[in-house]
């Protein structure tokens, strides 16, 4: 009998492009060949109704996300989330804001953050 941890990358990146979210952290908790799989995340996700970001949990300060297709609430913890404002979302990415109105994107799967360069209005933009 084969081993699951045993199956190729190139089998385990075409699951893994199958998975919605939630079903994509499961599969990265099976053993460590899969979470590098899971970790690469070369391909997009698969498609699925979008999660709503609601309010952040005070005592614990973890993130509450509502699952339209599960009916189901998650509490995940993102630092890079503590104490900002989501703005929007695109894509997977969130744009937020933090105390000193700086813009910011945030991947809150792989925790990439850009900050956005900040635009004055009455400074010139090339000077010479």
Request: proline content about 7%.
């Given at each position: 009998m084969a081993d699951w941890s045993d199956l190729t990358n190139d089998v385990l990146e075409y699951i893994a492009r199958l998975l919605s979210f939630t079903d994509h952290c499961r599969f990265s908790a099976v053993c460590r060949n899969w979470r590098s799989v899971s970790k690469r995340r070369c391909y997009p996700p698969a498609p699925q109704l979008p999660w709503l970001v609601l309010d952040e949990e005070h005592d614990t300060?973890?993130?509450?996300?509502?699952?339209?297709?599960?009916?189901?609430?998650?509490?995940?913890?993102?630092p890079e989330l503590y104490g900002r404002y989501i703005c929007g979302s695109s894509?997977?990415?969130?744009?937020?804001?933090?105390?000193?109105?700086?813009?910011?994107?945030?991947?809150?799967?792989?925790?990439?953050?850009?900050?956005?360069?900040?635009?004055?209005?009455?400074?010139?933009?090339?000077?010479?």
């Open positions: 300060r973890q993130r509450k996300f509502y699952s339209l297709s599960e009916d189901k609430h998650y509490s995940i913890d993102i894509h997977g990415w969130f744009f937020v804001v933090d105390i000193k109105i700086t813009g910011i994107l945030i991947n809150p799967f792989t925790r990439e953050c850009y900050e956005l360069p900040v635009y004055h209005p009455y400074q010139p933009l090339v000077t010479m």
